[in-house]
């Protein structure tokens, strides 16, 4: 699963910030599940170019070599920009901290200012609406007058395993 507990700290998260509240007692990393890694991005596109431009070894030597070749560059110019766009995207990074007072959700996107929320862990409810969201299963943390999504790159069945390991570890506080 795209997604990790850590629950013994020498200090506090770099990502989370220092809480008031002191070492934390649980975090919970979660990024977007990857299938193709970078060593593999660097083996497909490389394989894609050759196996392009294997039927253009017929040509050497003649002008409709010169005419089809830009073609081919293109392409793999055009997949190597929007598989690399797809990584960029991709680039998500959610940290919910469990203090004994507080619990901090942390989402950083490559780009953009992180956005935190936090609540009083015994006033935090999970809600999981099985319809009632843009993704199946759609998971939220409501509290602090405000209700935010948690997990939604992840698959339904990783939402649901996800929201029974909050609830324990929101009990167990």
Not at 14 to 22: F, R
């Amino acid at each position: 699963m795209p997604y990790e507990w850590q629950h013994n700290f020498s200090e506090a998260s770099d990502i989370s910030g220092a809480s008031l509240y002191g070492k934390p007692i649980a975090k919970l990393s979660m990024w977007p599940y990857r299938s193709l890694r970078k060593k593999g991005f660097v083996g497909f596109i490389a394989g894609t170019a050759v196996m392009m431009c294997l039927p253009l070894l017929g040509l050497v030597g003649s002008f409709a070599l010169w005419i089809l070749l830009p073609f081919v560059l293109l392409t793999v110019g055009c997949i190597w920009y929007a598989i690399d766009k797809s990584y960029k995207q991709g680039e998500v990074l959610e940290e919910l901290v469990f203090f004994s007072e507080e619990i901090t959700l942390v989402h950083l996107t490559a780009g953009q200012e992180a956005k935190r929320w936090n609540a009083n862990p015994y006033w935090v409810d999970v809600r999981l609406l099985p319809n009632g969201g843009p993704v199946a299963n759609y998971l939220t943390l409501r509290g602090n007058n405000r209700e935010v999504e948690i997990g939604a790159f992840l698959s339904e069945e990783e939402r649901l395993i996800l929201k029974a390991e909050i609830e324990h570890h929101l009990r167990d506080l």
